[in-house]
């Protein structure tokens, strides 16, 4: 009760009214939930239980998320309607509402039983650590913890430290990167084009490196906050950066959402098992899907539908011809993609997505260097190449490396210890140093 009340607090925190959505929708999940229990011997009325549960719940995401973008679209086409509402994005609707559907679906299948306790069902869709941002949490992996957990000190040890590693990664990498892709990739079509090119690519590759320190710093903090209230979440993300195709980045990038259109898109589908046609139809509805999941715009939809195209030619071509190549041109080719990638991403506006792409190669008359991007590059190489270090698992694996050696080796026994105990402390300060006059950053994914 008390994890419920601060978590419903926390979200009214960013707007009260829209907690009253938050309570709605778990509503309908939970009571949709009950009534496809009860009707579990009738095919027909289980099915319009989860037809009214998880219809309903995509009409009101349908409605504050892309109503606006459905309008704007038929007004360009029909004139109608002259004036387009409003429509605010609740926070984390994204997230909560897939996590609920998830719920209902696996009730369907007979995956997990019921909750028969509402408050229950509020509490999973709407814990303060994880609901405005993910990981899209299913209710089965925590079905037994929401009802019996207890915290432990070790797991409460592991958590503060994951959290102060994801507070680090946000505070101090992220933001930083911000700072240096905002003044590469200025807003406004006049300072944009006369960025150089060499400009262009630099804040380019900053933005890449500030969405995954970003979002994966939420996740890990989200994690981190689980483990101090004895919750285990599974991982997010598993060190995308180092792939080598597109199809194993999408297996380490956003984990759980790519796992969700997985198991209740693709696979009910029919997913590869109707054949070679029917798989590339049921993986275009799933990566058209997936762009128009991260926002209600037409960049979105071709970043979804770039993505596609790269996983069908990896299915039928290139992954065989890869394997038969170094693993560094595979890497090469992996990041190519995910680097041009994020440039679709990034601008919403597709006359900036045409303006980069020429200014890129240098056709916007923008030239090829100043002395302002030669400047801001040597100021910050080093941070570069830190920053790109931390999107590897390099730490991870020296520091698994000398506690596999604590047994033969006393001087990293003790050494082990110090970071255990100093390390979150010294990361806390290192944030709090970075975030004290600093002007508000929020997490990227909040927008989504």
Known sequence: MVLLVSSLIFYAWGGPKYLLLLLLMAFISWFSALQIHRFRESLLLKRLCLILGVGLSLALLGYFKYAGFFLENLQKITGFPEAIPEIVLPIGISFYTFQLISYVVDVYWGNVRPQRRYWLILLYC?????????????????????????????????????????????????????????????????????????????????????????????????????????????????????????????????????????????????????????????????????????????????????????????????????????????????????????????????????????????????GFVNLEVVMTFKNNIFFIIVAVIACTPLAKELYKWMCRKCKTVVIFKYLRRIIEIAGPVLLLLVATMALVGNSYNPFLYFQF
């Open 126 to 366: 709407s814990l303060f650590h994880q609901c405005i941002a993910g990981p899209i949490v299913r209710y089965k992996d925590v079905a037994r913890e929401i009802e019996h957990r207890k915290p432990r000190i070790p797991e409460i040890g592991r958590g503060i430290n994951r959290f102060t590693i994801g507070l680090v990664k946000k505070a101090v990498f992220a933001n930083s990167c911000a700072e240096i892709a905002d003044m590469m990739l200025p807003e406004g079509i006049m300072n944009f084009t006369s960025v150089p090119a060499l400009g262009l690519w630099l804040g380019a590759l900053m933005y890449m490196l500030q969405i995954y320190l970003d979002f994966s710093a939420y996740s890990d903090m989200a994690i981190g906050m689980g483990l101090m209230v004895g919750f285990h979440y599974k991982e997010n993300f598993n060190y995308p950066y180092i792939s080598n195709t597109v199809t194993e980045f999408w297996r380490r990038w956003h984990i759980s959402l790519s796992s969700f259109f997985r198991d209740y898109v693709y696979i009910p589908l029919g997913g590869n098992r109707k054949g070679s046609r029917r798989t590339i139809i049921n993986l275009f509805i799933v990566w058209a899907l997936t762009g128009l999941w991260h926002g209600s715009s037409w960049n979105f939809v071709f970043w979804g539908l770039y993505y596609f195209i790269f996983l069908v030619l990896e299915k039928k071509v290139l992954l065989k011809k890869l394997e038969k190549l170094p693993g560094f041109i595979g890497h090469i080719y992996a990041m190519a993609v995910v680097y041009f990638g994020w440039i679709i991403f990034k601008f919403t506006d597709l006359s900036y997505l045409g303006h980069m792409l020429k200014g890129m190669f240098g056709l916007n008359h923008n």
